[in-house]
Structures are given as structure tokens and as C-alpha cells.
């Protein structure tokens, strides 16, 4: 029946029985569709806060985390800089802490090998003459001694006067995601100013693997005024996009940069509005829809709202719909996630409101709504998972123990097949 018109007027020519049969049946379907009007649609629903749904919480904030569903790992430690300089102690998060930082970490697999890269800094994480250092494995769990991507900032190594402060007058690098480009591998990483997030001469560049040199060589400016979160993808267009943040994004809210076509850098700016009234919105992350056409944006919002927040575009990112609060948990940490081969989604977070202890995937059958939840790791501070997929198996990247390792899970994909939440004691 194509409306209201046809359905009345069909119904009437019906027997009586008939007719109370097919207002049954309209009347169910009609419940059907009024509860599919709670469900996000990024055509016409993109207000609608569903994100977490299922019969084993009531209150997302009350989800006993800890007591989630336990996913199975192989687990291997990267890089520790704890207690690297026992002269050097202070206080980050509550914690007293000696030796340096380890955070920004990112996975990609290039060459017959895993790669690894992150940001190296003494002290309090991006102060000045923080670094971008890398790591390779060829199965994710044995890795290579952490070696230099970056030359120490321009006049802010370890002889600077300006070394391990928050000072304008020291610049340091933050690990910003590979690339592959071309044929090529490429990391991205920003350089800005050291006093605050971020100094007005923030501008993102790019280091090129040259395989006969083995070595990282400096490839050009990617673009100016911008931080990524994560590297650039595909959108339906064939176009590529990222995420952007200026030096005063806090003012003018986040961006997303949509081109890398016609050179690696040549992009076009599209702000997402309402991004620094609606919240404050920090590291962005996105990924296309089960239609092929349409975008989800997630933004971590730093009013402490304990949730995450949501926006569609349905132009190849031109335009984005208001950011909306979400019902999903979060500790507001950056999180990650990507669409398996299998055509679910994966969501790896610090689910927690008020800390980020600890990180859990959560599974999606449409990007948009997701239904189980399992734990992971915790019991100290756990943060910015990274996620790739390789040969049947995910690995995630973190940054442990209060930003002082970095650490790797490698999971069968098979194994979250078998992640049950009727295994959480506190099911409704």
C-alpha cells in the first residue's frame, strides 16, 4: 500500500473478519515502525541517542565493567620507559611517576611486517622534545627494539634549555598514523609549540620509508593549522578524508579534511558544526555505513558528559548533521575501531565514565548500534587502542600503565563469535 488513502479504502472492501485481520496486522507493523523510530538512520533519524542496546544493562553508566564477558589475547609489550630516568619524578593522573611517555600509538601492516609507531617524550606527555618512534614485527608478538622516525624538534632535543618543559619557545612531534600512499608508507606525525594544545605553527608533515636506506626521510608538509586523529580513508567518493583539529579548535570546533587525491597534500576543509557548542569535542573518528554511502562521526566530548556523541553525512562528508549525545559509555579517552571482512563492526574504548580502566570491544552489525560488549585488559590505566585487521586475526595497539608502555593484543576474530553476554552476571 503506498498510504494511509490506499489502506483504508482496500480494508474497506473487505469482509468483516478480513478487515480485523489486516488491522492486526497494520496496527503490528505500525508498533514496528514506531520502534524503529528510536533507531539512528543517517538519512532521517540522526538525532535518535541509540547506541548501546540489549538485555543485559538498564543504565549504561551502571554496566559493571569489569565483570564483562572476558575476550581471550595473546599479549606482548612493545616499549617501557618507566623509571628511564629515576632523577625525573612528578605527577601525572593521581600518579607519582618517574621516566618518560609512550602514547599516539598506532598498527599498520606494510611489507611482509607489523609496524608501530608512537609518541616518545620525557616527563608529562607532548612536552617539549617529545619524538615519533617506531617498532616492526613479523607476527605481533616478538618486536624490534623501538628505533627514531623523527629527529628530535627543531632546537628542543635534550640540550635545550626549553627539554622536558611546557614552553612556546620548544616544539614537539605527536605520532599521527601511517599512510599508505602511492605505493608508498608514510607516517604522519604534527609539530607545534610545546606550551598548550596546540601552538599557532601546528602543521601536519609526513616521513616516507625509504626500503634501500631503511630509514625514515622527511616527505613535505601535509597540510598547515592541522592535527589528525587518524590517517586518511576512503569515502564513497573515492576521495579520502581525516579528521582536523586547528591550534584553536577549541574555539571554532573540529573539522574534517576531505581531497588527498590529487596530491598528498591538497585537501579541502568541511567543519562539522556544533562541535564546540553541542560539546567539546575531541579526537574524531569515522567510517562509512553498511550502504556504502553514508558516514558516522564519533567524537569523545570533553564536558564530561560520560558519553559518546554521534553525527552522519550523507554528502561524502561535506556536511554533517548536529552531534547528538549517544547512550554508549565513555571515560572520554580517544577510542578506535574499523569494519572487520566479515561486515561487523568493532569499537575498542574505555567504556568506564570515570576512568579509563578498562579498555573493552564492543560489536556492531551495522556501525551504528552496537550489542555486546567484552572486556579486554584493565586494572591500571589503559588508553588510545589502535585496531587493524591481518590474516584472521586483530591486533590493538594501547598505551599502558599510565602512558609509559606500549603494549599489543593480537585476537582471533573467530574468538569474539563466541562472546556471549549472557555470561555478565547482571543481565536483565
Known amino acids: 500500500m503506498k498510504n494511509k488513502e490506499q489502506m483504508n479504502t482496500a480494508l474497506s472492501r473487505l469482509p468483516v473478519f478480513g478487515t480485523m485481520f489486516f488491522t492486526l496486522l497494520f496496527s503490528i507493523i505500525g508498533c514496528q515502525e514506531v520502534q524503529k ?14 547506541m548501546l542496546q540489549g538485555d543485559w544493562f538498564e543504565n549504561p553508566h551502571d554496566i559493571k565493567f569489569d565483570l564483562l564477558p572476558k575476550i581471550p589475547y595473546e599479549h606482548a609489550v612493545v616499549s617501557n620507559v618507566q623509571g628511564d630516568n629515576d632523577s625525573l619524578e612528578y605527577t601525572f593522573s593521581g600518579h607519582t611517576l618517574k621516566g618518560g611517555v609512550n602514547q599516539h600509538n598506532y598498527l599498520t601492516f606494510h611489507a611482509n611486517k607489523f609496524w608501530l609507531m608512537w ?26 627494539e623501538p628505533k627514531m622516525m623523527t629527529p628530535y624538534p627543531p632546537n628542543s632535543g635534550p640540550s635545550s634549555e626549553f627539554y622536558n618543559t611546557r614552553n612556546p619557545k620548544g616544539l614537539r612531534w605527536i605520532s599521527r598514523g601511517f599512510w599508505h600512499y602511492k605505493g608508498d608508507l608514510l607516517a604522519l606525525a604534527s609539530l607545534d609549540e610545546a606550551a598548550g594544545f ?59 579534511m576531505v581531497g588527498g587525491i590529487d596530491g598528498k597534500d591538497s585537501w579541502t576543509v568541511f567543519p562539522v558544526l ?20 553514508s558516514l558516522m562521526a564519533l567524537f569523545r566530548d570533553n564536558r564530561q558528559s560520560g558519553y559518546l556523541y554521534r553525527a552522519f553525512s550523507t554528502d561524502n562528508g561535506r556536511s554533517w548533521s548536529k552531534p547528538v549525545q549517544t547512550n554508549f559509555p565513555d571515560a572520554r579517552s580517544k577510542f578506535h575501531g574499523l569494519r572487520l571482512s566479515n561486515g561487523r563492526y568493532v569499537l575498542v ?7 579509563r580502566d578498562p579498555i573493552a570491544l564492543s560489536i556492531s552489525d551495522d556501525g551504528m548500534v552496537f550489542t555486546k560488549m567484552g572486556y579486554l585488559m584493565g586494572g591500571r590505566q589503559i588508553d588510545y587502542p589502535n585496531v587493524i585487521e591481518h590474516e584472521g586475526y586483530i591486533l590493538i595497539a594501547f598505551a599502558g600503565s599510565t602512558k609509559q608502555k606500549i603494549e599489543v593484543l593480537k585476537i582471533k576474530i573467530s574468538d569474539l563469535d563466541k562472546l556471549d553476554m549472557s555470561d555478565y552476571p547482571n543481565r536483565l
Not at 246 to 256: C, H, M, Q
Not at 349 to 355: D, I
Request: zero cysteines; charged letters at 30%.
Open 349 to 355: 574504548s574505555n567504556p568506564h565514565p570515570k576512568k
Open 119 to 144: 609518541s616518545d617524550g620525557p616527563g608529562v606527555e607532548d612536552r617539549v622534545g617529545q619524538v615519533v618512534k617506531y617498532a616492526t614485527s613479523l607476527d605481533g608478538l616478538e618486536w624490534t
Open 198 to 256: 596546540f601552538g599557532p605553527s601546528l602543521e601536519l608533515r609526513a616521513f616516507k620509508w625509504d626500503e634501500v636506506g631503511e630509514t625514515w626521510k622527511d616527505d613535505g608538509l601535509i597540510m598547515d593549522n592541522a592535527i589528525n586523529n587518524f590517517p586518511p580513508k576512503k569515502i564513497p567518493s573515492g576521495e579520502l578524508m581525516m579528521s582536523r583539529r586547528g591550534y584553536d579548535y577549541k574555539e571554532k570546533g573540529v573539522d574534517f
Open 274 to 293: 556544533g562541535t564546540n557548542s553541542e560539546l567539546a569535542a575531541e579526537e574524531p573518528y569515522w567510517w562509512v555505513l553498511p550502504d556504502g554511502e
Open 37 to 50: 523510530g528510536n533507531y539512528p538512520n543517517a538519512a532521517y533519524n540522526t538525532e535518535s541517542p541509540l
